[in-house]
């Protein structure tokens, strides 16, 4: 048999807040809580969509359970097996609680701790609010602002296998002094989220009403050939209940077993994967219907593609002086999966499934365009990344007293060096030249030649990302002003030439992989006073890596410049590195360096074209 454990007036109404029995006379607003004897989640709470049964609000009758030791007697068709209870209550003038008796049907009891914070301060740990902050409280004459609020504690079930059959509340509130605390519901949560909401006031007005409401759901929408819903569709669902039966009360549904939520009117479907949508009602009595379920896959949103590139650090400039390798990454999240991804280099270029890293080259600045498509058709929007590669050497050209070089000057010349490096590149940094074979030096500005010699001046330059010139070199005598005088007869010099060896620019015809694999790779050589030394083809280690090769050095020949001061060398590699060459369409920076006895090392790098 039910019975009634409220005592206390506690939510009134302005024509009825003279009973407001909270202590000192005060009482919640209750024309601004949800409705009187209603099932409804909390209106604020934002932990979770437990229901629970309010009380009659309007005043005239007991709403609120002090804690004075009644028991609750659950009616028949609610003692049941319950994994957790929910208790809805504040309290006043402190915060405070006490001890519930859970009484099982074997008679076996177990006590489980609830309490509440004060009704006008924040929750306490383990509850939240549920109803509140009300704006302002009544009184027994008026009201005052002081914003109170309903709090949810819930509470596991000690023993869950155990049939709950009665609930006996606290013999009194802890904390002591005046701090009262009050229940204002109760709920009981079966295994499954099922919920049941006794009637604290013992009155059941549909004592015969033990039927569930049916539910019924359909979706809106069309989904694509796929079976993938690329728009959310809207869900409609419509219950009743049986006949003579108290009449539906709330609809709820949960997707992929989540928090129940309440149906109000048709919905849309934002969540997106393979989801199991699950509907049930419950009736005025508190009856809940079984879940039914309706499946949709929803994938509303393209794939995300992001891009990584390597070398992942630049100089400044943010140029690479080779290839650049390119990475894209693709997530779906909980969509249908992603479909193809394809780039393409350039915005005339065609565009490319996407199979692996790609190496982007050339010379200058290249756009990177790249995208997804996931399987229920939704297309990622094109990104792009600049790639920017510098692989050619700068430009310089020399003046000689301001003008193009001749070969003949009075006196004196002086040497003056411009050098560019093109519109889109990483831009030259620096200079150097020699004098006759002398020490390499930096150029900072013009300087004159003064002695009578035949001079010799090479030159070259550099951009920001190493890229090293072939050097260049222009021939010139100073001589002194033509005086006319008697012949006279002077002894031959017997100084030694300045020794120094040099290598020619490579013919451009030459400057292929082929050429070098075919040992068609010719060199020209200068020399003066030295006559042998070696010449070695090498390329760095990150590319030998690439190529599979064991070491950098490609191919090595010696050489003779005899009496003449010139020499030719064709170099050719061995036959594993011809073949190591052969796989490669790439072109390939070789490194020329020519060692001669007695003189100064000399270098050249040249570029050589892989397969068309």
Known sequence: MATNVFDTIGITRPDTRAGSDINGGYSFKGDLMPASKSVTEGPNDTVDDVPLRMPDTTGAVDNFAGFNGQTLELASGMQRRYTKLHFFGT?????GGGDFTLIYADDSTETVNVSFADWCQGPSAGSHIAIGPIPGRYTRTGDDGAPCSIFHRPVDNPHPDRVLKAVKLPTGTTGGGVIRAYLMALTLEEEGSTFRMP??????????DTGAPTASATLEGVPTASGWFVDPPRITITAEDEAGGSGVERIQYR???????TYTDTVAITDEGDLNIEYRAYDRAGNPGAFKSIKAKIDATAPATTVATYPAELPASGFSDSEVAVTLRVQDGSGSGVASTEYRVGAAGAWTPYTGTFDVGGSG???VQYRSTDNAGNAEAPKSVDVRVDVTAPT??????????VADYVNAVRVAFDRTDGEDSSGAVATEYRVNGGEWTDYEGAFDLTDRLIYRVDYRSVDQVGNVENYKTARFSVRGPTVLQAPQTQAPSTAAPQPFAALEDVATRLRTLSALRGGRLKVNVSCQGVTRGTLTATVTRSVARKLKLKSGTLA???LDCGEEGRATVSLRPSAAIRRALSRTKSSVRVKLTLRMTGARVDTQTVTL????
Request: aromatic share 4%; glycine share 14%.
């Open 609 to 612: 074209k892989g397969k068309s």
């Open 396 to 405: 310089t050209t020399v003046r000689l007293n301001g003008a193009a070089p």
């Open 365 to 367: 600045t290249q756009s």
């Open 556 to 558: 090595k020949r010696s």
């Open 255 to 261: 997707i992929n077993g989540g928090a129940a939520r």
């Open 199 to 208: 009637y604290l006031d013992g009155v059941d007005p549909y004592p015969t």
């Open 91 to 95: 309290t006043a003038d402190g915060a």
